[in-house]
């Protein structure tokens, strides 16, 4: 079975966790906070034949639902397939690849299914034991490795796209002229284009209602402020989400009452990207509650293994502040970046997609 490196990255995680039997937090600077850090109890994983638990104590058992322990295993062997697995994902050079020791070995402990399901932020299920409470809650974490490629935070699709009215309708010719644009940069050329031409882009949907009024729970302005944020990117004013917030903050698009220096915009999207991060998705319906309940895990360059726990929320939403950009997805793909009619006006979309950096 070939699997990308960050995919590799949520077998090596399941590995260590058990391995080490300690997930420790992390400062927004992705240091390792040494006071905080969770024993691991358990790690729930969906196996060959039903849910199992991975028991970790001077041994780790595999249980069955039944309560049956159908394997047990010395901690020794888990921090062996780790360290080989760190191994083979620091040194390949392939986008996907095969590591036929740890299949078999997943195999052998009755786990055949490697990766999450696309469609859940959690990547990993555990149990550990809450230092501050004394429960032993079971907590949905959501994987991200910096091994490989930087990954994602929000997905571009059909429904991450933005919708803008031409403020000034400009003639067929103008239009082909725009829309013939293909320069390295076509996106921003067009959209200086449109500008020359004495017309611009004014906010007027999202191609998606579910996700705009996923938006709207945050705020009922904010699909306005991220409207605006993409104009900002793709006009070639900058890609990182903390300096467009502060050019966000110059425009105020909202019309806030800044003179108290409340940080209106920097609040709204630290909590635009904690949701993304742990619950909300273009596609469905958000109600508040986060798939990845427990947090962040992430795993560094040099295969350590850090986390972002409710309990250090503030360090959490400043990591994905200064941590992640914008960047242009395919424009053909996703269907925007072209002027196009509909019943007598004139409309350009833009695409959203959230990468770390």
């Excluded at 295993?73 to 020791?101: C, D, R």
């Excluded at 740890?102 to 469609?119: G, P």
Aim: include cysteine; hydrophobic fraction near 35%; charge should be neutral.
């Amino acid at each position: 079975m070939a699997l990308n490196k960050g995919e590799w990255s949520e077998v090596y995680v399941f590995l260590k966790l058990l391995a080490d039997g300690k997930l420790y937090a992390a400062d927004k600077n992705l240091n390792k906070i040494e006071k905080i850090y969770y024993p691991i109890l358990k790690v729930l994983k969906e196996g060959t034949s039903g849910d199992l638990e991975f028991v970790r104590n001077t041994h780790i058992k595999v249980i069955d639902k039944d309560g049956n322990i159908l394997i047990k295993l010395t901690v020794e062997k888990f921090k062996e397939k780790s360290i080989e697995l760190l191994h083979e994902i620091q040194s390949s050079k392939k986008s996907a690849f095969e590591v036929p020791n740890i299949l078999s070995f997943m195999h052998s402990i009755k786990i055949t299914k490697l990766k999450a399901k696309s469609k859940e932020k959690r990547d990993i299920t555990l149990v550990v034991h809450d230092l501050f409470t004394g429960h032993n809650p079971i907590l949905g974490f959501s994987i991200k490795s910096r091994l490989g490629r930087a990954s994602t935070l929000i997905n571009a699709s059909g429904s991450t796209n933005f919708i803008y009215c031409l403020s000034i309708p400009l003639d067929e010719h103008a239009i082909k002229e725009i829309n013939t644009i293909d320069t390295n940069s076509k996106i921003r050329d067009r959209i200086i284009e449109i500008t020359n031409k004495r017309s611009g882009l004014e906010y007027y949907g999202m191609q998606n209602e579910k996700f705009e009024q996923n938006l709207m729970m945050i705020d009922s302005q904010f699909p306005i402020m991220i409207s605006e944020i993409l104009k900002l990117f793709y006009s070639g004013q900058g890609n990182s989400i903390s300096n467009l917030v502060e050019k966000l903050k110059e425009l105020n698009p909202c019309n806030f009452n800044l003179k108290n220096n409340h940080p209106y915009y920097e609040y709204k999207i630290k909590n635009f990207l904690t949701d993304s991060a742990l619950g909300m998705t273009a596609n469905a319906i958000w109600t508040g509650h986060y798939d990845a309940n427990g947090g962040y895990i992430i795993v560094k360059e040099d295969g350590d293994i850090l986390c972002y726990h409710i309990y250090n929320r503030n360090e959490f939403q400043d990591y994905l502040y200064d941590n992640t950009k914008l960047e242009t997805p395919s424009s053909s793909k996703h269907g925007f970046g072209e002027i196009y009619n509909n019943d007598g006006s004139q409309f350009f979309k833009l695409n959203l997609q959230v990468r770390f950096v």
